[in-house]
């Protein structure tokens, strides 16, 4: 039983997460607004690692059905239709569209994630359905990857937080001192010891979250902080983030 968590993607190998089973995290805000896209009836989103690449990609898409969205030091970026906050994303705006998306820190670590064997996008607004879906995995592969955004290619607790509530479900109690974790997993289980189930303390506490409110974003933070408020697990392959049929 092997569990590897990544507190950024910065200096992850591709060869280190080919094949592997991938839950990828950024709470404040990309994939708590991929989940919410997606969950209001977007067709697919496309993660784009700038917004020259997100540009490009669009200009070769039917104008019709595509959305620019993204952000650039918390702010919607110039000329994009959408910036990343969650509450953005309602099925008046998205529905049926792809959502080309550019973000900071959250959209590069899910083009790094592309190795990975599955690919799964998790937040703490589908934690439960994530969970079910990376048990079923993990019980097969018996090795899984967290694979955190971080912020400013750097650690960020929100992530790592959430990070350890996931590593916390699929591998309880006496499991873990069977398990193969690594350091970034053992601290990120730490992080749950100190603050427990109490999801809105630990991303409240983060540098993210204080400097979202101080800049007119506190209604982003709430809403990542809804736990279980969709049930959908989006998958990125092929270069896409979409439902899995049947979804």
């Not at 209001?40 to 039917?62: Q, S």
């Not at 959305?67 to 969650?86: H, Q, V, W």
């Not at 690919?119 to 967290?146: C, H, M, P």
Request: hydrophobic residues 50%; neutral net charge.
């Amino acid at each position: 039983m092997k569990l590897t968590v990544y507190f950024t993607p910065l200096g992850v190998q591709a060869n280190a997460i080919a094949g592997r089973p991938v839950l990828v995290v950024d709470v404040l805000r990309t994939t708590t607004t991929m989940v919410a896209a997606l969950a209001n009836g977007a067709k697919a989103i496309l993660p784009a690692a700038t917004a020259e690449e997100a540009l490009r990609v669009a200009a070769n898409l039917e104008r019709d059905a595509v959305l620019l969205a993204g952000e650039r030091g918390m702010y919607a970026i110039e000329g994009f239709a959408l910036g990343n906050s969650p509450g953005e994303m309602t099925e008046e705006v998205v529905g049926g569209k792809t959502v080309v998306m550019a973000t900071t820190n959250g959209t590069g670590a899910v083009v790094a994630a592309d190795p990975g064997r599955p690919v799964l996008i998790g937040a703490i607004t589908n934690f439960s359905a994530a969970v079910e879906q990376a048990k079923e995995i993990y019980a097969d592969t018996e090795d899984f990857v967290i694979l955190c955004s971080g912020r400013e290619r750097a650690f960020a607790l929100e992530d790592a937080y959430v990070a350890g509530r996931f590593a916390q479900a699929l591998i309880p109690g006496r499991q873990r001192r069977s398990a193969d974790l690594n350091d970034a997993a053992l601290a990120a289980l730490e992080l749950v010891r100190r603050y427990g189930d109490k999801w809105k303390t630990a991303v409240s506490a983060s540098t993210a979250a204080k400097q979202l409110r101080a800049n007119g974003f506190r209604s982003d933070v709430l809403a990542a902080t809804e736990v279980d408020s969709h049930v959908v697990v989006p998958r990125f392959a092929n270069r896409l983030v979409t439902l899995p049929d049947g979804a």
